[in-house]
């Protein structure tokens, strides 16, 4: 916006649109979504990304530049309208700019591959670098936006301290083996050892690293020192799912927090749950309703309903059970000690209970190493918050915060007990009771919007095969 005094107001359409009245001179600018040139005049609908909606720019023949430039104006051409604002006499727009002025900025060349007709997403995903000016797009990247504020508005409310932690790391959070190898070794032929192996002695760090799959034992430091954390970074996967619902790199949200267990962390995680939906459902209002008409009609009932009902709470021994006796036909079938599978998740969540669940105190031999151990010695004080349509989209849990125990599950499962010599050291010096969790953003992202792949709801997708852009 121009602060000079006298010059003309360069204002978005969402200003525009959030008007009381009419009247007085404005410029907008932005790109052509439709060009309508009809007999004496010229209808372009601009967009800039500022909302849903886009203004209409009305340009009659008096404009100098009306028939060599603007009656040529298509889909996509980078312009500068300046004129007043007006009431619109078209139908589902309050107001229209009147053109004294329009400058084309940027035309658009003939092979546009954005045309007026739908894409299908799988093509859209080949033009990453165009599909931000899809309506779809659009509306995911500002739902992006309004939750990543909202998420740091909700922890910062409650006194969390924002942590950055490492995206480089020589440790696997996860103790699964998922990891991309940071390395400036020469691929071809790396030094090798005495015994033949690659030597990363002589690698960058002086040691094997890797990208991060989670911060959360990052997360686990600075809690025991500040109490309530949280961080909010880019984790990296190299698991070789092919789904509508993994990324080799996405976002997570981790809070931890000290002095807290498992029931603590699933009264957080609820609560941060309906406030991200709730900001969203108050601050993208057009956004949703759009997706509720073109890409899922359920979304709107289903997150109203989130918002407002408790979550249900099951173990999983209870989870097991369900399952078992549903009479259902599984592809895997369940029994006490398998893994849930997203057919299971999805069976307890949308059949059986029908709103979120939050389903604790998993089998230990099925998760990370580093959840506290019942007293039934079998589960840890896990949780993974399920919802319909997606599965899991959040897993945390109560830390072990017990020295012993934790080294006796860390042999169970063949880690390494020198690479984690830090974390036990926090066992060791004024340990306490701590919990936390991580929500995958483009998860939550995937379930507000309705959107079927998860490779649609973050702009640049990175899975198997794929990292153009
Ligand atoms: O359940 P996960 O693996 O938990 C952790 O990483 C813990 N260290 C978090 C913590 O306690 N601080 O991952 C957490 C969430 C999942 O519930 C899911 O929403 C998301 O991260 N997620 C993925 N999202 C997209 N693509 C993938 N490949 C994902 N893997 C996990
Ligand atoms: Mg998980």
Redesign the pocket.
Known sequence: MSEEPGAIDCQSVRQILARESAGGVVTLRGWVRTARHSKGVSFLEVGDGSCFAGLQVVAAPELENFEAELRHVQTGYAVSATGEIVDSPGKGQRFELQAQRIEVIGAVAEDYPLQKKRHSFEFLRTIAHLRPRTNTLGAVLRVRNVASAAIHEFFQERGFLLLHTPIITSSD??GAGQLFRVSTLEAGEPPRTESGSVDFGQDFFGRETFLT??G?LE?EIAALALTNVYAFGPTF?A?NSNTS???AE?W?I?PEMAFCDLDGNVALAEAFLKHLISRVLERCADDMAFFNERIDETVLETLQHIVETPFERISYTDAVDILERSGERFEYPVKWGVDLQSEHERYLTEKHIGKPVVVTDYPATIKAFYMYLNDDERTVRAMDVLVPKVG??????QREHRLDVLQRRMADQDLDRDAYWWYLDLRRYGSVPHS?????F??IVQFMTGMAN?RDVIPFPRVPGAAEF
């Open positions: 959070a996860e799959v989670s959360q997360a996967r698991e619902r993994h990324l996405f997570m981790e899991e989209i959040v897993g945390g849990s936390g969790f991580g929500l995958g483009e998860r998860i």
